[in-house]
């Protein structure tokens, strides 16, 4: 009888990224290795290697004796990434703004091109964010800080967005008549008008905005808990 050939670590993390993100895996569920391998077809060095990159990513926990876990969602962990990432963001754009060039500016506007006429949704499965919308978004905000001229700040700021993104994914079912549009055009306005002040300020409203969606969900959670 044949046998599913083994899947290499790139193909299992990406596909049990996709799951958290979807919500297959809810927050704070326990990742088993048993499961996970013959879910993935995979072994457990590829699946080890795989849930230590969603560590790195902030989608998953590794705790002593317990094992790895979905990352749980809650309000003070929510608030203190909004902050961290808007006081380090907000720099990155401050100084991107002022060192900017027009290639920046070029490469700036091709990245919003693309994520205003990527779909949000995806069109397969339950209502969630689509990956090419994702990846397209996540696009956009590098672009945004590209030209800091700092590569410690551009490698915490990709840190705080992958942390921040479990947070996000789980925010799209509750921003209904919320226009995400209109909120990356005015960054990208501010940003080419060489408007620092405006675009951070902008910035800071953009995470926060994501920020109060979530929090009555997840204070009404935790209270039922």
Same mark, same amino acid.
């Given at each position: ?137 996540? /696009?956009? *905000?590098?672009? @945004?800080? $590209? !030209?800091?001229? #700092? ?6 700021? &990709?840190? %705080? =967005? ?19 549009? /209109?909120? *990356?055009?005015? @960054?990208? $306005? !501010?940003?080419? #008008? ?6 951070? &300020?902008? %910035? =800071? ?21």
């Amino acid at each position: 009888m044949a046998t599913r050939p083994r899947a290499n670590t790139d193909a299992v993390h990406a596909q049990m990224r996709a799951d958290i993100l979807s919500g297959a895996y809810p927050p704070g569920e326990r990742l088993k290795f048993a499961e996970l391998c013959e879910r993935y077809a995979a072994s457990v060095a590829v699946v080890r290697e795989s849930l230590t990159r969603l560590v790195e990513q902030g989608l998953a926990r590794s705790e002593p004796r317990i094992g790895f876990r979905v990352t749980p969602l809650s309000v003070a962990d929510l608030l203190d990434l909004t902050a961290t990432r808007c006081d380090i963001e907000g720099l990155a754009l401050r100084y991107s703004i002022e060192r900017g060039d027009v290639e920046w500016e070029s490469r700036l506007v091709a990245a919003h091109h693309v994520l205003e006429r990527t779909p949000l949704l995806a069109e397969d499965g339950p209502a969630r964010v689509s990956d090419e919308w994702e990846a397209a978004h996540t /696009a956009f *905000h590098a672009a @945004l800080i $590209d !030209a800091c001229q #700092s590569p410690r700040m551009l490698d915490m700021t &990709a840190t %705080l =967005r992958d942390a921040s993104e479990l947070y996000r994914r789980w925010s799209q079912p509750l921003e209904r008549g919320r226009d995400v549009a /209109a909120e *990356h055009r005015g @960054l990208l $306005d !501010a940003a080419l #008008s060489r408007d620092a002040d405006l675009a951070v &300020a902008r %910035l =800071r409203e953009h995470f926060e905005h994501t920020a109060r969606i979530l929090e009555g969900s997840l204070a009404a959670t935790d209270a039922a808990t």
